[in-house]
Structures are given as structure tokens and as C-alpha cells.
């Protein structure tokens, strides 16, 4: 996904405050599960959310006012209540700026970690899984 850097996102020097690159990191994984079909409104509405409960970010170089970034993201591994996201943030000449890996754990409504239902997990990783594959 394509995200314009807004003075916003800055600091004083006009360089993407180190923070941000996580908001960026969060929208591309966001819009991941909604391409494959899933709507994190409506599976909270179910009891299901995902937390994050671990992140490995990697700055490279700067992003500055008005940079045109590439965020992509990919699912690197999965378990029955944990997904790893893995998040490259290119600038317009195809510069990788930041690289990051984003663990998160499906948590039920009372907040505990729950295993992922199986139709999201499929979703997420695809109906070609081994492990998920069956009758």
C-alpha cells in the first residue's frame, strides 16, 4: 500500500518520527486481512480481537515530509493463536527504509489468549495450508 508521509508524521527535522513507522506498519496489516476478506470490526463484534506481543523493527534510513512510501505486508508463520507479520517500507526509489516483524495473539473478550477460530486462520493463511486442510 501506498502512504504519502505528512508533516504530521514528523519530527522538527522533518524525518518521520521512529514511532510512526509502527501506525504505518499496522495500517498495511490491517488492509492485508482486509483483502483477504477479513473485517477486524466485525470479528471483535464475535469476542475475537489480536494484540500485538511483539515487534522487531529495523531502521535503515529516513523517510521524510511529503516521500511517497511502499508498505508491504506478508504473514511469515502462524500458530493456532499467533500470526508474525513481516513489513518493508520502501521509499519511491524502491529504498528499503524500515523492516519489521509484528507477532500478535487472537485474544478473546476477556482479554486472554485465545486460539484463532478456525475460518479466520484460514482466511488469514490461506485454505491451502497443510494443517488446515482436511474434509
Avoid: W
Avoid at 519511491?92 to 509484528?102: E, H, K, N, R, S
Avoid at 479466520?120 to 495450508?129: C, K, N, Q, S, Y
Amino acid at each position: 500500500m501506498k502512504i504519502r508521509v505528512y508533516y504530521e508524521d514528523t519530527d522538527c527535522g522533518n524525518v518521520v518520527y521512529y514511532a510512526n513507522y509502527l501506525r504505518y506498519m499496522e495500517r498495511s496489516r490491517t488492509e492485508l486481512l482486509r483483502d483477504r476478506g477479513l473485517d477486524l470490526c466485525e470479528l471483535q463484534t464475535r469476542g475475537y480481537m489480536f494484540a500485538v506481543i511483539e515487534a522487531n523493527v529495523k531502521y535503515r534510513a529516513s523517510a521524510r515530509y511529503n516521500d511517497l512510501l511502499d508498505v508491504d505486508s506478508t504473514i511469515r508463520e502462524h500458530t493456532s493463536a499467533t500470526v508474525t507479520f513481516t513489513t518493508i517500507i520502501r521509499n519511491a526509489l524502491g529504498q528499503t527504509l524500515v523492516t519489521g516483524d509484528v507477532r500478535l495473539t487472537c485474544i478473546n473478550a476477556a482479554g486472554r489468549a485465545c486460539k484463532i477460530p478456525g475460518e479466520v486462520l484460514r482466511a488469514i493463511v490461506g485454505p491451502d495450508t497443510p494443517e488446515l486442510s482436511g474434509p
